[in-house]
């Protein structure tokens, strides 16, 4: 029985010194501790031996469990150690190797020209608000003077939520003029720059989202000619003091008289023709529209509790986008929002 310990123990230390993962290390425990193991299978034997032999071959038996269970441990600090240090090696960073360089952004031209207006506006003592681009029928037509059943509320040109058409995406940013004065008392001085939305198919000109500023003046004593003095001081620091404007009579349901701003083409300067051709700016007016604009409806003003009698204003709306475009002389809105950096990075 001695030498069929001793064989065990030597037979078990050389499979653990070959075992090479820790899973055949499990396997190997279970061979040789387990209930079904070897050396369970000889200490079942014990019985046998005489009393003088069995004390003797137990102390054996033990001392063999002992060197197994320790070279266990060992060969699993050692199994431990060298899968770590082949991790790391595998995962070595040589820290030599040039990194992969980070280009520097700047500003998206619709963001820059929209800063400068801001800067503009905020120079002449307006303050610029903000306001939600999902919004109540109520404020973006009803409140404004503008009548169940006209165009603009059609749902082929609005986006609704509801089917009462009560919510929508705002379809233009005139709505602020009515959270703004239900809110504050006069004198008002905002602007209130944003998204809008319509369904427009995407073209040169036109997209389904696009960005406006609204403008809105409220005092004692505003008329026309503050409004033409506000709009003539935006266009001459946007475009240049040369740039040549016309104000033309339209009509909007909110602002009563109105107006749309007219600005002389910067690229065929008012003829209409550039090489010979038709300009393809202004596609032969000779004049960009910049803006609608006009004296706040004395029904607006008192539909948000100002008295129309002490106090009178001016509105406008300016397109963004139209505006950048003319600054930065871009000739496709779609390109604005592409997002193509090769575009990008030439403002
Ligand atoms: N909201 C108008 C539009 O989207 C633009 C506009 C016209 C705004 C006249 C105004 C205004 O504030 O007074 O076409």
Redesign the pocket.
């Known amino acids: 029985m001695k030498q069929q310990l001793e064989e065990i123990k030597q037979r078990a230390l050389q499979a653990l010194d070959g075992a090479s993962s820790p899973a055949a290390l499990e396997e190997l425990r279970v061979k040789l501790l387990g209930k079904k193991g070897e050396l369970t299978a000889v200490l079942k034997q014990m019985g046998k031996l005489s009393a003088e032999e069995r004390p003797v071959m137990g102390q054996l038996a033990n001392a063999v469990r002992a060197s197994i269970e320790d070279k266990l441990e060992q060969r699993k600090t050692e199994l431990h150690a060298a899968a770590l240090k082949a991790k790391l090696q595998a995962e070595t960073i040589d820290v030599t190797i040039p990194g992969t360089p980070v280009s520097m952004g700047h500003q998206h031209p619709m963001n820059k020209a929209l800063q400068e207006a801001k800067d503009i506006f905020v120079g002449m003592g307006y303050t610029v608000v903000d306001g939600p681009e999902v919004e109540l029928a109520d404020y973006n037509f009803t409140r404004l003077n503008i009548e169940p059943g006209h165009p603009s509320r059609d749902r082929s040109d609005t986006f609704y939520f509801d089917d009462g058409d009560q919510v929508l995406l705002r379809t ?1 940013t ?1 709505p602020m ?1 009515i959270r703004v004065m239900e809110k504050t008392k006069p004198p008002i001085r905002i602007v209130a720059p944003g998204r809008v939305y319509r369904k427009d198919e995407a073209d040169a000109t036109h997209s389904p989202m696009f960005h ?1 500023i ?1 403008g809105l003046v409220v005092d004692e004593g505003i008329t026309m000619g503050d409004l033409k003095g506000a709009l003539e001081t935006l266009i001459k620091r946007l475009y240049g003091e040369d740039a040549v404007i016309r104000f033309r009579p339209h009509h ?1 349901p ?2 009563e008289p ?1 107006c749309e701003v007219d600005m002389q083409c910067f690229k065929c300067h008012g003829t209409g023709e550039f090489d010979g051709h038709v300009c393809s700016t202004c596609h032969g007016e000779g004049w960009i529209e910049l803006l ?3 004296m706040v409806h004395p029904d607006v003003l008192e539909g948000c509790g100002i008295d129309s009698k002490k106090y009178s204003g001016f ?3 300016i397109g963004l986008e139209r505006m950048a475009m003319g600054r930065m002389r871009i000739n496709d809105m779609r390109l604005l929002f592409d997002n193509d950096v090769r575009f990008l990075s030439q403002f």
């Open positions: 233009q005139s003029q406006q609204e909007f909110f602002t109105s609608g604009a006009g509105a406008f709306g």
